[in-house]
């Protein structure tokens, strides 16, 4: 396996892109990203997309993007994984370039939500049809239900779940290209209307369009390409049961544990060796709960952990979602995964503006599934 | 007309029929291939009891367009009798008296209406007792 770096990045605004289809966001990124890279050809592309079949009617979505980008014929694979679908892209992109099969590879990721779609229901298609959708839960009843799992289990609060949506939309604040830029308090969270109890609808990512695209390369190229090639030191992934019901816990993802222990292992690294981290928090709860699968704080410690600002920017041990999260900066499904890694790059070059962690050097992205079915982690380190 | 899509999950939606696994006793529901326990591929088929506890739950106050006249409903994660779990939306009971611990009763009730056409599609409920 040949060693991986990432040159370049680009990403459209998220938010409700009304006047933009889905062909137009995602070429807006990829071309950004290729520009951003400087290199006059891909060998190959990985466009992450959970439902554009739902969302748009659109599938077979990897050959139209390559086409409307320009660079048919180039081998064109979309990747699906719900959730995870632009970390997933992200992967098959690193394996592509690892194994030797391509130079320079694409991965995108992007999702066309607000087109009239029964958003609830398309995302539901994550769960299973059958036992879990058939009976009426929603994705963000999903996460409920591993919310009060945890908040009886170890005595998570409301204020420390509303305080993972405020300090992300503190951070979002100072992202140019986040939905919402806005600050907000406990009160806010707590006030807004209930989507699922005993989450509020600001415990709750958004619906988003969007998407994002970077360039990956051997290293060896990488160094004469750019001054400040970022090295790809962990790809991993895992699989869990798809009904949240049939699992042995509710307070653990064991897709996130189980891909952790691999990415941590392949890097020669512990969880303390990490900067900075974007993690999944497509629910206020995912963050915590995430923030302790990884291993950053012990189980049943995320909430205070994040209450006491050990995840924020400024003075914290470990920031986490610094771009703003899923929470802030939007969650166009198979773009995020894609938006994580961006920010790692952007901080662990130097980029991230106001959002900047001092001192970064190795930054993890963990995208995930559903209700954690999947999971996918990618560790990043500056060179 | 009945979707066969419906008729194929009428043994678990009605009877609540698992399938217990002949090498290492793991109760899969619904029924599966392969037990994800031990990899073996011998089960028994067994009829979950109708007694079981609430292990978690949520109530839904925006459903899918499908349940948006229902709102707001609970739904559960519920362990029946014997260690088998499956979730389901809860029937009869104040929203309030929905916690984590209590005791239900599953319950056969109509669930949805699939489709243009309305279907009527039943299954299992669980009521707070």
Redesign the interface.
């Given at each position: 396996m040949r060693d991986v770096a990432v040159i370049g990045f680009g990403m459209t605004q998220f938010g409700e892109l009304w006047n933009k289809s889905i062909k137009d966001i995602f070429v807006e990124a990829a071309l950004n990203a290729i520009e951003n890279a400087g290199v006059d050809h891909i060998d190959s592309m990985y466009v992450g997309a959970m439902s554009s079949g739902l969302f748009v009617g659109q599938e077979h979505l990897a050959a139209v993007m390559a086409d409307y980008l320009g660079m048919a014929p180039v081998p064109a694979t979309r990747v699906e994984s719900a959730c995870a679908s632009g970390g997933m892209s992200f992967r098959q992109a690193y394996l592509d370039v690892a194994s030797g099969n391509s130079d320079i590879v694409l991965a995108g990721g992007v999702e066309k939500m607000n087109d009239g779609a029964d958003v609830t229901a398309a995302l539901a298609t994550a769960a299973d049809q059958e036992y879990e959708v058939y009976n009426g839960i929603t994705f963000p009843g999903l996460y409920a239900m591993i919310a009060n799992a945890h908040m009886n289990e170890y005595k998570t609060t409301r204020e420390q779940l509303a305080a993972v949506a405020v300090k992300n939309h503190q951070n979002g604040f100072n992202n140019p290209n986040a939905q919402f830029r806005s600050k907000i308090t406990v009160d806010t969270v707590l006030n807004s209307t209930l989507v699922a109890d005993p989450l509020h609808l600001l415990d709750c990512s958004p619906v988003t369009d969007g998407g994002a695209a970077v360039i990956l390369c051997p290293l060896d190229m990488a160094k004469k390409l750019t001054d400040t090639p970022v090295k790809i030191i962990s790809s991993s992934q895992a699989s869990d049961t798809i009904s949240l019901y049939e699992r042995e816990s509710f307070t653990t993802l064991r897709s996130v544990t189980k891909a952790a222990e691999k990415a941590y292992k392949q890097a020669n690294l512990q969880p303390a060796d990490i900067d900075l981290a974007e993690v999944h928090d497509c629910f206020t709860i995912s963050e915590i709960v995430v923030s302790e699968d990884l291993g950053f704080f012990d189980k049943g410690c995320g909430g205070s952990a994040v209450e006491e600002g050990k995840t924020a920017i400024e003075g914290g041990e470990i920031p986490i979602n610094t771009s703003g999260g899923l929470k802030s900066k939007g969650h166009p499904v198979g773009a995020t995964g894609i938006a994580q890694v961006i920010e790692i790059y952007e901080q662990l070059t130097g980029q991230a503006g106001k959002r900047q962690v001092k001192d970064a050097h190795i930054g993890l992205a963990q995208n995930m599934g559903g209700s954690g079915a999947s999971c996918t982690i990618n560790i990043l380190e500056a060179l | 007309m009945i979707s066969p899509r419906y008729v194929r999950?009428v043994p678990?939606r009605y009877r609540l029929e698992a399938s217990k696994c002949k090498s290492c006793g793991k109760i899969n529901?619904?029924p599966r291939l392969v037990c994800?326990k031990c990899g073996k591929r011998e089960f028994e088929t067994i009829r979950l009891s109708d007694e079981g506890k609430i292990?978690?739950?949520?109530?839904?106050?925006?459903?899918?367009?499908?349940?948006s006249k229902?709102s707001p409903?609970a739904?559960?994660?519920?362990e029946t009798k014997e260690g088998a779990?499956?979730?389901?939306?809860i029937a009869d009971t104040a929203l309030d008296d929905v916690s984590?611990g209590k005791k239900v009763k599953m319950v056969f009730r109509k669930?949805?209406d699939e489709g243009v056409s309305g279907l009527h599609?039943y299954?299992y409920?669980a009521i707070v007792v």
């Open positions: - | 999950e678990q529901f619904p994800p292990l978690t739950y949520t109530i839904i106050r925006v459903g899918s367009d499908t349940f229902e409903y739904v559960a994660i519920i779990k499956l979730m389901a939306m984590i669930i949805q599609c299954g409920k």
